[in-house]
């Protein structure tokens, strides 16, 4: 294998733990010396050997293979924003979906007495 795609997967592995997304094309390329393309031609191989996931047709689609089950924190605050959530990312925090706080006020609930088993109520012996 190359030096530099082992310097390139070690890069994407900090910049996950850094930053919790992965880089674009453009910061990998700076990263590491190299053109955009030869960064593409690296990811391909990376792929390639199962050493990164890319997901296809999604910006920052790189995942490494022990988190791929994992969203990023842009995945999940899109995912927030979709349902209706206000998302905050500088502080990292999300407020209700619900729209009107104001909402009305349910009646207490009325304690409903425990019927006995076997009272003879439903006439069978006990």
Same mark, same amino acid.
């Given at each position: 294998?190359?030096?530099?795609?082992?310097?390139?997967?070690?890069?994407? @592995?900090?910049?996950?733990? &850094?930053?919790?997304?992965?880089?674009? %094309?453009?910061?990998?390329?700076?990263?590491?010396?190299?053109?955009?393309?030869?960064?593409?031609?690296?990811?391909?191989?990376? &792929?390639? &050997?199962?050493? *990164?996931?890319?997901? @296809?047709?999604?910006?920052?689609? *790189?995942?490494?293979?022990?988190?791929?089950? &994992?969203?990023?924190?842009?995945?999940?605050?899109?995912?927030?924003?979709?349902?209706?959530?206000?998302?905050?990312?500088? %502080?990292?925090?999300? %407020?209700?979906?619900?729209?009107?706080?104001?909402?009305?006020?349910?009646?207490?609930?009325?304690?409903?007495?425990? *019927?006995?088993?076997?009272?003879?109520?439903?006439?069978?012996?006990?």
């Amino acid at each position: 294998m190359s030096s530099r795609k082992f310097q390139l997967l070690g890069w994407i @592995k900090g910049y996950f733990a &850094e930053h919790g997304v992965s880089p674009a %094309t453009r910061e990998m390329a700076a990263a590491i010396g190299v053109s955009t393309t030869r960064v593409r031609a690296l990811l391909r191989r990376l &792929e390639a &050997e199962g050493l *990164i996931i890319r997901l @296809k047709g999604v910006e920052r689609g *790189i995942r490494l293979p022990e988190m791929a089950d &994992e969203l990023s924190d842009a995945e999940i605050a899109i995912a927030l924003v979709a349902r209706g959530w206000k998302v905050n990312p500088a %502080t990292r925090s999300a %407020t209700g979906a619900f729209p009107d706080r104001n909402l009305p006020q349910l009646p207490p609930l009325v304690h409903i007495p425990d *019927i006995e088993a076997g009272n003879g109520d439903d006439g069978k012996p006990d």
